[in-house]
């Protein structure tokens, strides 16, 4: 049998063939032009080798330096004598000693910004608005972050306290507050004035833009006649826009409303007290329910020719054209103390004293008569009042 090499001499003999093959693998990439590709992927593997090993180590302790080996660490220093060599040894050539309280706040310091905030100052004056296409006196109220009301009281002369004759071109005073205004008249008395606004003379002297002198004479006060005041948080009853509640047994009230009042009618189809939706779409498109604006209805979305029906059955007490700005208009008698008005049509399908049940085809939607698009003005009436139809629509 024969001995086997020395393990020096074989592990020699292995080494220098591993080269050579290492050696061989190298110059094969370098013909074949992959040295680039090979150098780039290697440092890859380096780094995350390298990143694998500090999460190894961090997880080992390796790197942990607790707050107890902190507070030792001068005390081992200085046994060693303090010197660099050993704060370096020890890792501590870079940090100061550890003092063991808390951040010192007093070193923090306030971040500064750019921007300066200037205070909002009150309006005081009164500004003038051209009402322009598409706006609404709700929508012209929150631009200028009012109540609709306020708009309306102190346009009277634009207005005629009648929403729906708002239009483009119009010029609106626009308060600088929530109330009213109003023209001096030589000869009045200040605290008269401002009581009948549900105000108080205190309320207009010590209101900036009027300028008045807070000492002078409420009963006789030197106030140029013309002169327009603020008065804030005032109100008024706006006109009564209303009209008289047209019923089968008097259609004849009518008359004064426009062309479309009806002769006489006695007797017809009556309600069933149950109210349904007169148009396909049930959302607004303009106003809602609010009397005290002077809109005691709710207008209805939809676009011109959208067919409208009768919201219960009853006979028809007006049926054509209303002088009051509502256009073409029909109303419903439903015989029961209730009535319905549909506004502002584009067409009347039906006729004075005809009965209609309840969905029937009465119109088509339009905008005729003071309005700014199309839309339906609903309204509901019971007895001699008015009732938000919101609360009989289902």
């Known amino acids: 049998?024969?001995?086997?090499?020395?393990?020096?001499?074989?592990?020699?003999?292995?080494?220098?063939?591993?080269?050579?093959?290492?050696?061989?693998?190298?110059?094969?990439?370098?013909?074949?032009?992959?040295?680039?590709?090979?150098?780039?992927?290697?440092?890859?593997?380096?780094?995350?080798?390298?990143?694998?090993?500090?999460?190894?180590?961090?997880?080992?302790?390796?790197?942990?330096?607790?707050?107890e080996e902190l507070q030792r660490a001068p005390l081992s220093a200085s046994a060693a004598g303090s010197t660099p060599a050993a704060l370096s040894a020890l890792g501590l050539d870079l940090l100061p000693p550890f003092s063991g309280g808390g951040l010192d706040a007093s070193v923090i310091q306030r971040r500064t910004d750019g921007h300066t905030e200037v205070p909002t100052r009150p309006r005081l004056e009164i500004l003038t608005y051209v009402v322009q296409q598409g706006d609404s006196l709700f929508?012209?109220?929150?631009?200028?972050?009012?109540?609709?009301?306020?708009?309306?009281?102190?346009?009277?002369?634009?207005?005629?306290?009648?929403?729906?004759?708002?239009?483009?071109?119009?010029?609106?005073?626009?308060?600088?507050?929530?109330?009213?205004?109003?023209?001096?008249?030589?000869?009045?008395?200040?605290?008269?004035?401002?009581?009948?606004?549900?105000?108080?003379?205190?309320?207009?002297?010590?209101?900036?833009?009027?300028?008045?002198?807070?000492?002078?004479?409420?009963?006789?006060?030197?106030?140029?006649?013309?002169?327009?005041?603020?008065?804030?948080?005032?109100?008024?009853?706006?006109?009564?826009?209303?009209?008289?509640?047209?019923?089968?047994?008097?259609?004849?009230?009518?008359?004064?409303?426009?062309?479309?009042?009806?002769?006489?009618?006695?007797?017809?189809?009556?309600?069933?007290?149950?109210?349904?939706?007169?148009?396909?779409?049930?959302?607004?498109?303009?106003?809602?329910y609010n009397p005290g604006l002077g809109h005691p209805a709710i207008d209805i979305a939809g676009d011109t020719g959208h067919s409208i029906t009768a919201s219960d059955s009853g006979v028809v007490v007006y049926a054509g054209w209303n002088d009051y700005g509502y256009g073409l208009t029909i109303v419903?008698?439903?015989?029961?103390?209730?009535?319905?008005?549909?506004?502002?049509?584009s067409q009347v399908n039906v006729n004075c004293g005809q009965s209609v049940y309840q969905g029937n085809l009465i119109g088509l939607m339009g905008c005729t008569g003071s309005c700014s698009g199309s839309h339906l003005h609903f309204e509901v009436r019971y007895g001699d009042g008015f009732v938000n139809p919101w609360d009989v629509l289902p």
């Open 139 to 288: 929508g012209i109220a929150e631009k200028f972050g009012l109540e609709p009301e306020t708009l309306l009281w102190g346009n009277y002369d634009v207005l005629q306290d009648d929403p729906h004759s708002l239009q483009p071109g119009q010029e609106l005073s626009v308060l600088p507050v929530d109330g009213t205004s109003h023209a001096w008249i030589e000869g009045e008395s200040l605290s008269k004035v401002a009581e009948f606004f549900g105000a108080t003379a205190e309320d207009v002297l010590d209101w900036p833009g009027n300028g008045l002198d807070a000492d002078m004479d409420i009963s006789n006060p030197s106030i140029t006649p013309g002169m327009v005041l603020v008065i804030p948080g005032g109100h008024r009853e706006t006109t009564n826009l209303f009209k008289p509640r047209i019923t089968r047994a008097n259609p004849g009230v009518a008359r004064i409303l426009g062309a479309g009042a009806c002769g006489a009618v006695y007797d017809g189809a009556v309600g069933t007290g149950s109210f349904a939706w007169p148009t396909s779409l049930h959302y607004l498109s303009g106003y809602d």
């Open 332 to 345: 419903v008698d439903h015989g029961n103390d209730w009535q319905t008005l549909y506004a502002h049509l």
């Open 1 to 67: 049998m024969s001995e086997a090499p020395p393990p020096n001499k074989v592990n020699a003999k292995d080494r220098r063939s591993r080269v050579r093959d290492w050696q061989a693998l190298w110059q094969m990439i370098q013909e074949r032009g992959w040295r680039g590709t090979v150098v780039r992927y290697v440092g890859y593997l380096a780094a995350l080798g390298l990143v694998l090993l500090g999460i190894v180590a961090a997880r080992a302790g390796w790197l942990a330096l607790t707050l």
